[in-house]
């Protein structure tokens, strides 16, 4: 069915799984690391979430699960993915399931903040393969229920957020107890010095594949900057949500978890359905407004940093961020929600005064100098001016109440004639650059 593409070389079983999945021809992740991986090779694999690069490692181990059988052994799996965040497991865990559909392939997903036992459940049932976040795992390990004496392929995802959470003791524990002889998979959005070093410590001769999205991702996507004074700006929140009601799906970012439950609490009071994920909330908690957003049950995700990576959710309309974050990494990874598999998407900052320096270090880092959009009622001259931006993007009326900047603006960048700068469809740019 997939003659002409690599994942013609699959089993069967797979290729219909992922003719169900809707998967047309192969991402170039997939393209260029499923062949290494076939032939056993361990590899390096620089790529961010939202490249395919699940179904890039995930579907040459099932192939290997599917083609060398080999008795259960409980408790002992053959593959282990290691994943920072609940999240990022839980989606790998789904990949998976969607991918086995045809192929009796057991799995267990475990990660802490949830009882262990529907884990255990899963892996007395003979997981093969085990998603885990490092924590639990250890847990797991410590009491005698997982043992990594038979694994034969073991990745190591998202090895950069990894090292940033503390998680390096972890891992090295973690891989002191895999046999030497394995296929090892090392995947990183970014490659500094101390992430090479681990990857380095874990891999063999190892194939490396790059796959650089983030100029292109952000590219596609529609950025823009509002500068607003920051008592004004869970208003202007509202004010965007009450006249896009074409954005169905948006994710906001805040840098604290108190802000992401002020945020969440004022639009509840506005009646637009939302949810928060941080770290401070339950799984349960976490994985219904996960659920509630795929579903599009609830329309706005207020999320901080840490949710950032690894959600999932395709056809993202906007996101908003209500701070620029401080590490400008997480911009991209941020933004980068709304552009999945080659959809486009926009993306809302909104910018005090305070934060001129982190606007700086964003542009700075993407390249890019970011428009700014002065139509809306709660824009700050003041912020404006201190980020020195005056000279660009639309002009500006004269002074007008704010309530009435918005039809003052229009008014006169009618009159101007600014057609090549404005965006009026900002809402429905699917498709378009
Ligand atoms: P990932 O980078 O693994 O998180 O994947 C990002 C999104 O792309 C997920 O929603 C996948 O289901 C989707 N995806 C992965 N591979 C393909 C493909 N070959 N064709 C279409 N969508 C894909």
């Known amino acids: 069915m997939f003659e002409n593409t690599i994942f013609g070389k699959l089993d069967q079983k797979l290729q219909h799984a992922i003719d169900d999945a809707g998967y047309r021809k192969p991402t170039p992740i997939q393209e260029q690391a499923i062949p290494y991986l076939l032939d056993g090779r361990d590899l390096i694999g620089c790529a961010q979430t939202g490249t395919g690069k699940t179904a890039a490692f995930m579907l040459p ?102 090292l940033d959470m503390g998680f390096l003791p972890d891992i090295k524990r973690i891989i002191s107890k895999l046999p030497k002889n394995r296929q090892s998979l090392f995947f990183s959005a970014t490659m500094s010095p101390p992430i090479l070093k681990l990857a380095g410590e874990l891999v063999t001769d190892p194939a490396q594949v790059t796959i650089s999205p983030e100029t292109p991702t952000v590219e596609r996507i529609n950025q823009k900057v509002m500068f607003v004074e920051k008592a004004s700006k869970d208003s202007l929140l509202i004010h965007l949500l009450k006249t896009h009601p074409e954005w169905t799906r948006v994710i906001v970012f805040t840098k604290m978890r108190h802000g992401a439950d002020r945020v969440t609490k004022k639009l509840s009071r506005e009646n637009i359905s939302c949810a928060a994920i941080h770290s401070d909330k339950t799984q349960g908690q976490r994985t219904r407004a996960l659920d509630g957003f795929r579903k599009g049950t609830v329309r706005v995700l207020v999320a901080t940093d840490i949710a950032s990576r690894g959600i999932d959710v395709p056809d993202v309309s906007c996101v908003v961020n209500m701070e620029l974050p401080l590490e400008t990494e997480s911009y991209v990874h941020r933004i980068g929600r709304t552009a999945r598999a080659g959809e486009s998407g926009a993306a809302i900052s909104f910018v005090t005064g305070a934060e001129r320096g982190q606007l700086k270090a964003v542009e700075r880092f993407i390249k890019k100098t970011i428009p700014v959009d002065r139509d809306h009622p709660f824009h700050s001259e003041e912020s404006d001016r201190k980020n020195g931006k005056q000279g660009d993007g639309l002009p500006q009326a004269p002074w007008v109440h704010p309530a009435n900047r918005n039809k003052a603006n229009k008014k006169r960048n009618g009159h101007v004639g600014f057609q090549g700068r404005r965006q009026p469809d900002f809402g429905n740019r699917k498709g378009k650059q």
Do not use: W
């Open 61 to 162: 181990i099932l192939n290997r699960l599917i083609k060398v059988r080999r008795p259960r052994h409980i408790g002992h799996p053959r593959a282990l993915v290691l994943s920072p965040t609940r999240e990022l497991a839980a989606q790998t865990a789904e990949n998976i399931k969607a991918f086995s559909k045809y192929a009796q392939l057991p799995f267990a997903c475990v990660f802490g903040g949830v009882s262990q036992f529907g884990q255990v459940k899963d892996i007395k049932k003979g997981a093969e393969t085990i998603v885990a976040c490092p924590g639990r795992l250890i847990d797991l390990m410590t009491q005698g229920i997982i043992y990594l004496d038979q694994v034969e392929c073991f990745v190591l995802d998202e090895a950069d957020r990894m």
